[in-house]
């Protein structure tokens, strides 16, 4: 209850912060819609042409779109430091944050908006309406969808970035991490095989962010929600450990920062 | 019990080497060079609750890398800290509470919000309640002469005013201790004496403890009662104020403009002349405190000619420390 309410008062003092430029931060997020759009329009030229890839039709892949887009989006709107983790903790800017009486992983990941991550989460939304499958337990479902993946997401985000306390780098790492899980969650998983999916759900668990949710929306079962919430507390639990233990290695800095 | 106890401390930070051009970055990407730097090597002090404690020393002395150990931003490679009864690296949210920081060169405020954005929302770290709040920034702002700033941008502060809000916000949860890292970098003079001032006033109000960082030996004349001096990752001094200045901060340095030419056998009585720069109308000079009187300086000093423009300074505190370890080993 108390992490709440810091978490409910970081996030107000956040969004004033984005708006002091609300023109910036309209631009980014309608332009982020528009982005997300013109990507999807590749798909519906090819299922257009080919109808269905391995059992997958065009619907599908709106599903698995409306779920990555809205857990980019979420991650992005409310959690926007999980981006730029490793920069914050090789540029030492983990300072501030530490000398305050708070969770040092949740303050830093929620003390940044991404503007345009609040495009994603309603193209996410209005690619889920536009699914063709939409109905009050599906939307129910995919909200449900949306937080479980969101949580893998950041958890992957944070253990990629946490070698950065061990390599003294990790700008570069994270944007390929970034893409790589992005990439492979809106991808028709019938495409990979028996190995590509043990990586796809263990190492980079994209299929969390796309096929195992979308199934989820699609029909409701008791054994999807379990992998769904197994998958999160343990990548979370994976990445809680590797980022404290890095902690411990920390360097801080003398560089000269602001807290914008 | 003493508000802070420190044994033994050191640590040692992990540094790569790489030479120069692409190659050496590439094998250095396979085979890193890896040395280790020992940025504090084993002090040990203790500082009373409520006390006004100075640590000087020059750049790279371990200042900051200590008092980064004892807020539980760094864990120590070796060593013991105790800051009012917490062990900083196993503690840190516990004593984040009872403890305000400041650094110079790492602001709290939020760039683009008006400072009071920011203290509110630190209400809310620190679990005030709103009332609370509320009635602790007006106390502050009154306190520090902020009223008219705490709602402008923080951005469109001068840096002065900036700190001013800086150590303000600092002080919003009533701490046992504050803990300075070089607050009054890159300040002019008037600003530095301000919020020294300010600094002083509120401690001594609120009977907290100061743990002041600087290179700048005036902070230390204004604010502490007792000095450490950081050398190399060593304590080198540990003394009163008082007791530093009557025995090494005795000397100031001079330097004036004059509106005409100086003479090149410039000469002042009681001072030594260091430098005239005869272009540029200027003079250097410095004098001992204990013979020669600031007073009576500035006075013959205005006889000589028409003063444009004039700066007096205490020795860099390089040659204080020097004269300290000169100092040791004539006892030696």
Same mark, same amino acid.
């Given at each position: 209850?108390?992490?709440?309410?810091?978490?409910?008062?970081?996030?107000?003092?956040?969004?004033?912060?984005?708006?002091?430029?609300?023109?910036?931060?309209?631009?980014?997020?309608?332009?982020?819609?528009?982005?997300?759009?013109?990507?999807?329009?590749?798909?519906?030229?090819?299922?257009?042409?080919?109808?269905?890839?391995?059992?997958?039709?065009?619907?599908?892949?709106?599903?698995?779109?409306?779920?990555?887009?809205?857990?980019?989006?979420?991650?992005?709107?409310?959690?926007?430091?999980?981006?730029?983790?490793?920069?914050?903790?090789?540029?030492?800017?983990?300072?501030?944050?530490?000398?305050?009486?708070?969770?040092?992983?949740? =303050?830093?990941?929620?003390?940044?908006?991404?503007?345009?991550?609040?495009?994603?989460?309603?193209?996410?939304?209005?690619?889920?309406?536009?699914?063709?499958?939409?109905?009050?337990?599906?939307?129910?479902?995919?909200?449900?969808?949306?937080?479980?993946?969101?949580?893998?997401?950041?958890?992957?985000?944070?253990?990629?970035?946490?070698?950065?306390?061990?390599?003294?780098?990790?700008?570069?790492?994270?944007?390929?991490?970034?893409?790589?899980?992005?990439?492979?969650?809106?991808?028709?998983?019938?495409?990979?095989?028996?190995?590509?999916?043990?990586?796809?759900?263990?190492?980079?668990?994209?299929?969390?962010?796309?096929?195992?949710?979308?199934?989820?929306?699609?029909?409701?079962?008791?054994?999807?929600?379990?992998?769904?919430?197994?998958?999160?507390?343990?990548?979370?639990?994976?990445?809680?450990?590797?980022? =404290?233990?890095?902690?411990?290695?920390?360097?801080?800095?003398?560089?000269?920062?602001?807290?914008? | 019990?003493?508000?802070?106890?420190?044994?033994?401390?050191?640590?040692?930070?992990?540094?790569?080497?790489?030479?120069?051009?692409?190659?050496?970055?590439?094998?250095?990407?396979?085979?890193?060079?890896?040395?280790?730097?020992?940025?504090?090597?084993?002090?040990?002090?203790?500082?009373?609750?409520?006390?006004?404690?100075?640590?000087?020393?020059?750049?790279?002395?371990?200042?900051?890398?200590?008092?980064?150990?004892?807020?539980?931003?760094?864990?120590?490679?070796?060593?013991?800290?105790?800051?009012?009864?917490?062990?900083?690296?196993?503690? !840190?949210?516990?004593?984040?509470?009872?403890?305000?920081?400041?650094?110079?060169?790492?602001?709290?405020?939020?760039?683009?919000?008006?400072?009071?954005?920011?203290?509110?929302?630190?209400?809310?770290?620190?679990?005030?309640?709103? !009332?609370?709040?509320?009635?602790?920034?007006?106390?502050?702002?009154?306190?520090?002469?902020?009223?008219?700033?705490?709602?402008?941008?923080?951005?469109?502060?001068?840096?002065?005013?900036?700190? !001013?809000?800086?150590?303000?916000?600092?002080?919003?949860?009533?701490?046992?201790?504050?803990?300075?890292?070089?607050?009054?970098?890159?300040?002019?003079?008037?600003?530095?004496?301000?919020?020294?001032?300010?600094?002083?006033?509120?401690?001594?109000?609120?009977?907290?403890?100061?743990?002041?960082?600087?290179?700048?030996?005036?902070?230390?004349?204004?604010?502490?009662?007792?000095?450490?001096?950081?050398?190399?990752?060593?304590?080198?001094?540990?003394?009163?104020?008082?007791?530093?200045?009557?025995?090494?901060?005795?000397?100031?340095?001079?330097?004036?403009?004059?509106?005409?030419?100086?003479?090149?056998?410039?000469?002042?009585?009681?001072?030594?002349?260091?430098?005239?720069?005869?272009?540029?109308?200027?003079?250097?000079?410095?004098?001992?405190?204990? !013979?020669?009187?600031?007073?009576?300086?500035?006075?013959?000093?205005?006889?000589?000619?028409?003063?444009?423009?004039?700066?007096?300074?205490?020795?860099?505190?390089?040659?204080?420390?020097?004269?300290?370890?000169?100092?040791?080993?004539?006892?030696?």
């Amino acid at each position: 209850m108390r992490e709440l309410n810091f978490l409910l008062s970081l996030w107000k003092t956040n969004l004033a912060s984005a708006m002091e430029y609300r023109a910036a931060f309209l631009s980014q997020a309608i332009g982020m819609i528009l982005n997300d759009g013109v990507y999807f329009l590749v798909w519906v030229l090819f299922f257009d042409r080919f109808k269905e890839v391995r059992g997958w039709e065009l619907s599908d892949m709106f599903l698995v779109f409306g779920i990555a887009a809205g857990a980019f989006g979420l991650a992005g709107a409310f959690f926007g430091n999980a981006f730029n983790l490793a920069e914050i903790i090789t540029g030492g800017r983990l300072d501030y944050y530490l000398s305050l009486p708070r969770s040092v992983l949740l =303050h830093v990941l929620a003390s940044r908006v991404v503007p345009s991550g609040f495009g994603d989460l309603l193209y996410g939304f209005l690619s889920y309406f536009a699914s063709g499958q939409a109905s009050w337990g599906g939307l129910g479902r995919f909200i449900l969808a949306i937080l479980l993946a969101t949580a893998i997401f950041i958890a992957f985000l944070i253990l990629v970035q946490s070698l950065a306390f061990w390599l003294g780098t990790g700008g570069t790492f994270t944007a390929l991490a970034v893409n790589a899980i992005i990439t492979f969650a809106i991808y028709p998983i019938t495409l990979f095989n028996q190995a590509a999916k043990v990586v796809l759900f263990l190492i980079v668990p994209a299929a969390f962010l796309g096929a195992v949710p979308a199934g989820f929306v699609r029909a409701f079962s008791w054994p999807t929600l379990g992998s769904m919430a197994l998958a999160a507390a343990g990548f979370l639990a994976l990445a809680l450990t590797l980022f =404290h233990l890095g902690l411990r290695r920390y360097e801080s800095g003398s560089a000269i920062q602001v807290e914008v | 019990m003493p508000a802070i106890q420190v044994k033994n401390l050191t640590k040692t930070f992990q540094t790569r080497h790489k030479a120069a051009g692409l190659t050496a970055s590439v094998r250095a990407l396979f085979r890193p060079q890896v040395s280790a730097v020992e940025a504090v090597r084993g002090i040990s002090f203790e500082m009373e609750a409520g006390e006004l404690l100075g640590f000087i020393g020059p750049n790279g002395a371990g200042k900051s890398t200590t008092i980064k150990i004892l807020t539980g931003i760094l864990f120590p490679t070796s060593g013991e800290a105790s800051v009012l009864g917490y062990t900083p690296w196993r503690q !840190r949210r516990q004593l984040a509470y009872h403890i305000g920081t400041v650094f110079g060169q790492r602001p709290q405020l939020w760039y683009h919000l008006p400072a009071i954005d920011t203290l509110t929302l630190f209400g809310k770290i620190y679990e005030l309640d709103d !009332r609370q709040t509320k009635r602790r920034i007006a106390e502050l702002a009154e306190a520090f002469e902020i009223q008219d700033l705490l709602e402008t941008p923080v951005r469109k502060l001068s840096l002065g005013q900036r700190m !001013r809000c800086e150590v303000a916000a600092s002080l919003l949860h009533k701490p046992k201790l504050l803990l300075l890292d070089e607050p009054s970098i890159g300040l002019d003079v008037v600003a530095k004496q301000h919020i020294r001032d300010a600094i002083r006033e509120m401690a001594a109000r609120e009977n907290v403890g100061v743990l002041l960082t600087s290179h700048d030996a005036g902070d230390l004349e204004a604010l502490c009662k007792r000095v450490i001096i950081l050398h190399h990752g060593q304590i080198v001094y540990q003394d009163k104020v008082s007791t530093l200045k009557r025995s090494f901060l005795t000397s100031k340095l001079v330097e004036v403009r004059y509106a005409q030419q100086v003479a090149p056998d410039f000469e002042i009585a009681g001072t030594e002349t260091l430098k005239i720069a005869r272009e540029r109308y200027g003079v250097k000079l410095r004098f001992d405190t204990r !013979r020669t009187p600031v007073e009576s300086v500035l006075a013959r000093l205005t006889e000589a000619g028409d003063v444009v423009d004039i700066t007096i300074s205490d020795p860099p505190l390089e040659e204080v420390i020097a004269a300290i370890y000169a100092q040791a080993e004539r006892n030696a």
